[in-house]
């Protein structure tokens, strides 16, 4: 336990990480349903569509009915859904594995790895979801368009961004204690500086700002340690996950 090996392409840490690619895919699936559903519904669609509301959920412009007006939005989730994809691997496969690194550092940084697709693919099914449930509800009502769904929205993607690097980590504690790997003395008080693998939590540390930890991409994230960060992070949760849940209760009471 604790010794230093490189971890090769075929290492078996990697095994299973096809299961968190599925999210993906499973996107795009969700995306293909609402496209099928709106194949069916197009020839009884009017001439002239509502494409866009005001804030109140009323129509307020129209477009003449073709493929483009009809299908935008599952379109344009299809196309975040690859773009995610991509990014997904493009965050995975630059981050060099260093030589030194012990065996739990691999698992460590293999969770927080899983955690970054997991958390894009989660964020491709909430927008397709979210895309295709609007398109849906624009075929068949388009005289009113809630908007508590867009607001919910955007505090599910970051409770699932949250989820997803929690998971990561428990994923690579868990696949860890299986192979009898565990941290050093040192390893395991820096992990307990990381809350879910994304947040910094080292009062010690002056910086506000601190880069992210590997596996995450790339960056900087903040460190909650500190007074004015989380003062800040405080703030940013407040203004980006409750007040939208907050405005999306409004929208569903007077509604």
Not at 12 to 35: D, E, M
Not at 95 to 121: F, H, Q
Request: charged share 15%.
């Amino acid at each position: 336990m604790g010794t230093r090996t490189p971890m090769t392409p075929g290492d078996s840490i990697k095994r299973g990480r096809w299961a968190v690619w599925l999210t993906h895919p499973s996107a795009l699936l969700l995306t293909t349903c609402f496209f099928v559903h709106g194949l069916f519904l197009y020839d009884s669609l009017p001439g002239v569509l509502a494409t866009h509301w005001g804030a109140d959920g009323s129509p307020d412009g129209w477009s003449d009915k073709s493929f483009g007006s009809v299908f935008m939005l599952p379109l344009v989730s299809a196309g975040l859904t690859v773009f995610l994809a991509l990014i997904s691997a493009l965050v995975v496969k630059p981050i060099p594995v260093k030589k030194t690194a012990s065996e739990w550092e691999l698992y460590r940084r293999e969770g927080m790895l899983r955690g970054t697709i997991a958390a894009l693919g989660f964020c491709s099914l909430i927008f397709s979801l979210l895309f295709g449930g609007i398109s849906a509800l624009s075929w068949t009502q388009p005289d009113v368009l809630p908007a508590w769904p867009i607001l919910i929205g955007v505090s599910v993607v970051l409770l699932a961004v949250g989820v997803a690097y929690a998971g990561g980590q428990r994923w690579s504690r868990k696949a860890a204690a299986r192979a009898e790997v565990a941290p050093t003395p040192e390893e395991r008080a820096e992990d307990h500086l990381w809350v879910a693998g994304i947040l910094y939590n080292n009062p010690q540390d002056p910086h506000i700002m601190v880069p992210k930890r590997e596996g995450t991409g790339y960056g900087l994230t903040v460190n909650i340690g500190n007074r004015k960060g989380r003062y800040g992070a405080i703030l940013f949760l407040a203004l980006v996950l409750l007040a939208p849940v907050g405005l999306a209760g409004l929208a569903i009471l007077r509604g």
